[in-house]
Every structure is written in C-alpha cells, then in structure tokens.
C-alpha cells in the first residue's frame, strides 16, 4: 500500500518533519516531483536539517528512500547534500539512497535559463528559485532532456553537448549578447558522483517491494496551490504537486494508494509572486513572519503571512482527496484575543462564494472572515492532546466542520515529539 503527505497550500507546510515523524511505519519513502527548489527542515537531537532532494524518510535507519522519476535532480546539490548528511554521522546514506533512471537532470544551463527567464519578464516575475527547475521540466515536456539513466551510457557526452547547444541558442534569444560561459566542471565532477550511487529502475523496484508487502509513504514538495494545473497558474511551480503526481512521478496505480495525510498550516504563508487573498501586509503579517520564523528553507526569502483560507483548504481537500489533516504552527498564533479564519470570497459584482474562482487576483474583491476566540496559553509546551486549551479545540472544530475531513494531527512546536494526536490523546515519540 502506498500512503502519501502533501501540502495543502502554497507549500512550507512542514511535510518533511511529518514524513520523518511517520517514516518508522514504512518501509520505503519515496520523492515523487519537484527538485532542489523543495527545501524540507527537520529538527532533534539539537540539530537542524534541510533536505532539498533526498526524501526525510533518510534519518530512520533500516527504511529506504528513493528519488523517483517524476523529480528533476541538480548532481551538484544532490552530492552536496549527501556529504552533508555522511559530516553529520547519519549511517548508511548511500547504502538506503535509491535513485530512478528515469528522473531528469538539472543541467548547468538550465540554471542560466532560469535566470534569464526571470529576468526577461520583469515586473511580471513568477519568483522562481533559479534553481533551474522549470527549465528542466520544460526539457522533459519537449522530449530533450537528460535522464539519470543516461550518465551510464557511452552516448551521455554527446547527447549533453547536444542539448547545451540548443539552451545557448535559447540563451541568446532571452537576452542578447549576455551568455557568458557555462561553468561545467562541478557539474561534471558531481555527474561521476551520482554514477557511484544506486541508481534503480524504480518503478519495477517499487512494484516488486509492495507486491511483498512492503508499505511505502510518497512525500509530495512544494504545496496544491502552486500545482501546474490546479494551483495558482501562472504563478505555480512545474510539477503536479496533487494526488496525481504520485502515480506519474513513482510509476504507481490509483488502486494501490491508501491514506492521503493533508499538512496544513494553522494560517497562511507564501514565497514568490502570485495572488494571496488573505495576506496581511502589515504589522500583523510581520508578527506572523517573526514568529513563525517565515523565511524559505532554500532560498532564505521572507515568507508573506496571513490568515488562514478555507475555500482554499476545502479545494486542496476535494483535488487529493485527504483521508487525514495534519495541522502545523498554531503554537504561532498563541496569544491573540480573536483570530480570522476566511470562510467565503467576495467578488467584484458582490457575489458571495465559497470556491475558488479561475483567477484569484482578477476575481476576488475582498475576503469574508470568521473571527474565532484566540487562545492566550502557548501550545508549544502542550504535552497531550487533551490539554489543549478549548478555544484552540474550538477551531480545530471549524476547521473539520468546514473541510469535512478531520483533524489526525497538531504539531506544535519544530521536534520530533511535539506531536499530539487526536485518536490517541497524547503525544507520540
């Protein structure tokens, strides 16, 4: 059976501390989209850990974790990180690392691509990572691009050259007279790397493990609103970030899959342009950003803060269809005397809905909010669930009633034992 957690907003959710959390039941934790412009931060043992490509399952000895095919890898980053984590005394990296053939690499003029798209759209940025993402996966639409499978071929040099050509030609339309030369030897240097590591034919090992009766958990990057298709278009990233990219990213079916857990965040965050309903761009959203320490885990970017959106919540819902909601970071919002929740939208010719309109930013005149009691004790010491203070209980409760999904999970605090479980009225650690 294969389970999977995804983020239910615009990403930085918390979904690698949740995987890690529930990693102990699986056999296997696989990366089924995105690349090195995910950044997933786990904390304990008096340590913090920001993973970019490997799958959080990696911290727990005896599971396996594979980057699958439907992820775009950077050598570079990929080598990086795992000397990271070999510095850091965590056993056997390389050992229960799988990497799919069929995954795509990020090359070195993939990067400047990035840049200069950005650059060329001025005003109208997306607010990419220029970790050279997008490009890759326009190369894997356009049926260029190099995949991991090929670095063990005679013909991976020749067909490298061949795609560089064309991405300086591509370099050289975006911004005249600008190429200057591509740095390639870190590149080539971490391209004999990755030939050292396992690289797998994935989704034949992973139909062999659960035809064994293997239990696998499919961790999602980035968040449902920033999906290609479904997210906040164009302001999204390249992959499918929903349910459906787990089938086309690991080579699954729908039969096999279980339980979806939902991370959501107990207000709002986003890194990047794009529309946001509920920002506050204010004192308040400061307060958010500072407290919560709002800043992206790749890139160090701000995060823009605001309220937490129900429509958009309830659309994520629907899309993966979440068995399981797992709420993170409503420890940030201890202490406030009311706290608004948006519960419909108000359009330009005051019409009143609860759904998501085509265009956010065009579309949408103002937010309609709910204002719920604040709690003023903080929950990060909160060591059951029981203990919880009513108010919070409260809007958990709204939230569920709102979504019609419950609640399985509260993380309230960065570590590993700060979860509280609904069903089980206490702490798991």
């Known amino acids: 059976m294969v389970d999977v957690i995804l983020g239910l907003q615009w990403g930085d959710e918390g979904k690698g501390k949740i995987v890690d959390v529930l990693t102990p039941d699986y056999n296997l934790v696989a990366r089924f989209q995105g690349g090195p412009n995910a950044g997933h931060t786990l904390v304990f043992n008096n340590n913090k850990f920001i993973l970019n490509l490997i799958p959080s399952g990696i911290f727990r000895e005896n599971t396996l974790n594979i980057i699958g095919n439907g992820v775009v890898i950077d050598p570079v980053t990929l080598k990086k990180e795992i000397e990271k984590l070999l510095s850091s005394e965590i056993s056997d990296v390389k050992e229960r690392l799988l990497i799919s053939k069929r995954a795509s690499l990020i090359l070195p003029t993939h990067k400047a691509l990035d840049s200069a798209s ?45 795609i560089k050509k064309l991405h300086l030609k591509l370099l050289e339309v975006l911004n005249p007279g600008s190429v200057t030369e591509i740095s390639e030897e ?24 659960l035809s064994r009766g293997d239990k696998l958990l499919a961790e999602g990057a980035q968040g449902t609103l920033l999906d290609i298709d479904f997210g906040t278009y164009p302001f999204v990233t390249s992959s499918n970030t929903t349910i459906a990219g787990v089938c086309s990213g690991l080579g699954v079916n729908p039969r096999q899959i279980g339980n979806v857990y939902g991370v959501f965040k107990g207000y709002c965050t986003r890194v990047g342009n794009g529309p946001f309903p509920t920002e506050q ?13 709002e800043f992206g885990a790749t890139t160090g970017r701000p995060r823009r803060c605001g309220w937490l959106d129900l429509p958009a919540l309830k659309y994520a819902v629907q899309l993966n269809g979440v068995s399981h909601l797992i709420m993170t970071k409503p420890d940030v919002l201890s202490g406030m005397e009311t706290i608004p929740v948006c519960t419909h939208y108000l359009l330009h010719d005051n019409q009143k809905i609860n759904y998501l309109p085509y265009d956010l930013e065009k579309d949408i005149k103002n937010p309609i909010y709910n204002n719920m009691p604040g709690w003023k004790n903080s929950l990060s010491e909160v060591d059951s669930y029981n203990k919880l203070p009513t108010e919070f209980i409260n809007y958990k409760k709204f939230i569920e009633d709102y979504v019609k999904v419950p609640v399985y999970a509260v993380s309230v605090g960065p570590g590993r034992e700060q979860i509280l479980y609904a069903e089980k009225g206490g702490i798991r650690v």
């Not at 326009?138 to 260029?144: C, V």
């Not at 396992?198 to 062999?208: L, T, Y």
């Open 281 to 293: 761009d204010n004192e308040t959203g400061e307060m958010l950003r500072k407290t919560g320490n």
């Open 186 to 209: 870190e590149f080539m240097e971490s391209i004999e790397y990755l030939k050292k590591l396992k690289i797998i034919d994935s989704e034949s090992f992973i139909q062999d493990a």
């Open 118 to 162: 950005e650059k060329s759209q001025g005003d109208g940025k997306i607010g990419s990572t220029l970790r050279g993402v997008g490009p890759a996966y326009q190369s894997k639409i356009g049926r260029t691009a190099l995949r991991v499978g090929d670095i063990l071929t005679p013909l991976f040099n020749q067909k490298y050259s061949a």
